[in-house]
């Protein structure tokens, strides 16, 4: 019954494009029917994965889970997956794993450490994890180590634009890499004004805000941001204007943020992008939208790409209370999966043929989105729509040891690499997309966009 609702539900949200698309390249044949996830069965699957990250790459940042090697971005560890996995394991009631994680992580993690790192991945990794774990588990370690991380970041954002430095020294503060882009500049500000609230300390909030403000001051005429920024100058550096990688976030952050501390100077900034965004980088092609590249001075179509990571819009549409378009935008996302089994890196929504990049990171955005519309919309066919994906994604990533990207979704080739955000988001939005509604109350907190749950208090 409910695999016949999976099936319908499929058609339905594709038969919004029209049928003359071109077909996109055979892929290896489909699986014989599956049968529905539950929840019980993703909490099942991240048991899999953390028992491998346990055994095999223990006290280390992740899990290569083809040759069983932890792996540390740094050369040191800063426990990445533990970090990102935390919040996960209280929502599924994974109490003894939590209580593991919980004391490798207090035992174990150190910020002084003579390294350089990114800015952005370890405030939405490490920052953002330690505050949800905080918030959730109220041991005032955590908010120590979140506030220490928050000190050595500070430094980067002394450029002469306040925007933040990519790379910054945990133990001198020496910034590094002054050619930026908006997501990195901008997706900062939940886990530093959360950080502000819960010290309070106003210098986090009011540094993260001036970083956004200041690039927000710099959109076009059109009110387009570019792909690249110098912080030093403000000059752009790549005039590209799109919602993917090194730009998606941006406008997320500008909403939540909002949504978050109830400040105004966000529901302006989101209020004066997200129509430009609409009316230059949407595009309607054979009956379906989707989100291409223009240049963010004159508008001009450059690029007709679209992928997993774009895939996060419908979620924010849905949040932002835009349900119709939202739906239109998750028809294409389910498409982009339906037409090769698992959705490629980036799609040519043109031709709906895979672009340059063929693979599969683990990529949670199309899971997020098929949450969001279900639990906003109650409409069963996205709970189907994500069940779907979460099926393929258990079939063709699942290790001995744990999940494993994709080098290609036409061969199904592994790579290997299993991602924190794994257990931080892919996961997590499988499992609340399948669970009673009343696990987690999508009223009282905002994700940041490592899924980490950040509490409402206004
Ligand atoms: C995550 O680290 C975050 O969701 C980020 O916003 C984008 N990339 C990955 C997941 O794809």
């Given amino acids: 019954m409910y695999l016949l609702g999976l099936i319908a539900a499929v058609q339905l949200l594709t038969l919004g494009s029209a049928p003359s698309a071109p077909s996109a390249p055979s892929a290896p044949s489909a699986p014989s029917a599956p049968s529905a996830p539950s929840a019980p069965e993703v909490r099942a699957a991240f048991l899999h994965a953390w028992q491998g990250y346990r055994r095999y790459a223990w006290g280390h940042d992740d899990l290569d889970p083809l040759s069983r090697k932890p792996h540390d971005w740094y050369g040191v560890p800063l426990l990445m997956t533990p970090v990102d996995a935390f919040d996960t394991m209280l929502l599924m009631g994974l109490t003894d794993e939590a209580a593991d994680a919980k004391r490798l992580i207090l035992e174990r993690l150190s910020f002084d450490q003579d390294i350089s790192v990114q800015v ?6 490490l920052l953002g ?49 002054p050619v930026s882009n908006p997501a990195e500049i901008g997706t900062l500000m939940l886990e530093f ?8 300390r106003p210098v986090y909030y009011d540094t993260a805000k001036r970083a956004a403000e200041q690039l927000f001051a710099r959109r076009s005429a059109l009110g387009l941001v570019g792909s690249t920024i110098d912080v ?44 430009p965004m609409h009316r230059w980088l949407a595009d309607e092609r054979f009956g379906g939208l989707w989100y291409g590249q223009a240049d963010m001075a004159t508008g001009a179509r450059t690029g007709t790409r679209f992928g997993s990571l774009e895939a996060f819009l419908p979620a924010v549409l849905a949040l932002a ?13 389910n498409r982009m999966w339906t037409a090769f089994g698992v959705e490629p890196e980036t799609v040519d929504y043109a031709t709906m043929t895979i672009g340059d990049e063929p693979g599969y990171e683990l990529r949670p955005e199309s899971l997020e989105s098929a949450y969001y519309l279900y639990r906003l919309t109650g409409d069963e066919r996205y709970r189907t729509i994500g069940a779907a994906m979460w099926t393929a994604i258990d079939r063709w990533t699942r290790t001995d040891a744990g999940f494993a990207a994709l080098a290609d979704v036409r061969t199904r080739t592994k790579r290997d690499r299993m991602h924190s955000f ?9 499992y609340l997309l399948l669970a009673p509604p009343a696990t987690l109350d999508l009223n009282a907190v905002v994700f940041n966009t490592e899924a980490h749950p950040l509490r409402l208090m206004r």
């Avoid at 430094?155 to 990519?166: I, N």
């Avoid at 004004?193 to 309070?200: E, P, S």
């Avoid at 919602?243 to 900034?269: A, H, Q, T």
């Fill in 321 to 333: 209370g835009d349900t119709a378009r939202a739906a239109r935008l998750m028809a294409s996302v």
């Fill in 120 to 125: 952005f991945e370890v405030t939405i990794r």
């Fill in 232 to 275: 030093r100058t403000g000059a752009w550096q790549d005039s590209t204007s799109h919602v993917g990688g090194g730009i998606d976030s941006w406008y997320e952050y500008l909403l939540k943020s909002w949504r978050l501390f109830g400040d105004d100077d966000f529901r302006r900034m989101w209020e004066a992008s997200v129509g």
């Fill in 129 to 177: 994890g330690l505050l949800s774990g905080y918030e959730m588990d109220g041991d005032p370690r955590f908010l120590r180590l979140a506030t220490d991380l928050g000190d050595r970041l500070l430094p980067a954002f002394r450029s002469p634009t306040g925007m933040p430095f990519r790379y910054v020294n945990l133990r001198t503060g020496e910034p590094r890499d």
């Fill in 422 to 430: 794994l257990f931080a988001e892919t996961l997590k939005y499988a």
């Fill in 193 to 200: 004004g959360t950080l502000a609230r819960l010290t309070g």
